[in-house]
């Protein structure tokens, strides 16, 4: 082999080796999800615990979660509603949970068709729990920054 084919092939891989590294830099530095979209619907009390258990675990990694709750799921929303059981192994429940990671700064709110289709009015609505507007909504979810997620 000659001086000049290995000067080549030399220069070849160290320029694979930093290209390399770049990409593997950016995807390990990549950040992640400012916030997140979690729409809940379940009625089934693990579903909608396991929801509230994944957007505490990603709010405890810097996401901002943001929880929509619609049809069965609203209840939770609901001044006064308890869920039947706990769930193991921690003795959790979702609404309890939800309430936590609103004092965290976690938003809540019920889907825009909730109330008018319950008996419920807003002012049963668990303090610092909204109502979601359809556009705001659909601009979130819309937007590739923002991970939807649903339960």
């Known amino acids: 082999m000659s001086?000049?084919?290995s000067l080549a092939l030399t220069a070849a891989i160290t320029t694979l080796g930093f290209a390399g590294s770049a990409f593997?830099?950016?995807?390990?530095?990549?950040?992640?999800?400012?916030?997140?979209l979690f729409i809940i619907s379940s009625d089934s009390l693990q579903t909608q615990g396991m929801a509230?258990?994944?957007?505490?675990?990603?709010?405890?990694?810097?996401?901002?979660?943001?929880?929509?709750?619609?049809?069965?799921?609203?209840?939770?929303?609901v001044e006064g509603y308890a869920s039947e059981t706990e769930l193991g192994p921690r003795g959790i429940k979702p609404e309890g949970l939800m309430q936590m990671?609103?004092?965290?700064?976690?938003?809540?709110?019920?889907?825009?068709?909730?109330?008018?289709?319950?008996?419920?009015?807003?002012?049963?609505?668990?303090?610092?729990?909204g109502?979601?507007?359809?556009?705001?909504m659909a601009e979130m979810m819309r937007d590739?920054?923002?991970?939807?997620?649903?339960?």
């Open 3 to 5: 001086l000049k084919t």
């Open 24 to 36: 593997a830099g950016d995807s390990a530095n990549a950040d992640y999800a400012d916030k997140a």
């Open 52 to 77: 509230m258990i994944l957007a505490n675990a990603m709010r405890e990694q810097g996401t901002t979660p943001h929880i929509l709750l619609c049809d069965a799921a609203g209840e939770l929303a």
């Open 101 to 129: 990671m609103m004092g965290e700064g976690a938003t809540v709110d019920v889907c825009a068709i909730f109330l008018p289709n319950t008996a419920y009015e807003e002012s049963d609505l668990r303090q610092g729990v």
């Open 131 to 136: 109502v979601a507007a359809p556009g705001p």
């Open 144 to 151: 590739p920054n923002i991970p939807v997620f649903s339960f």
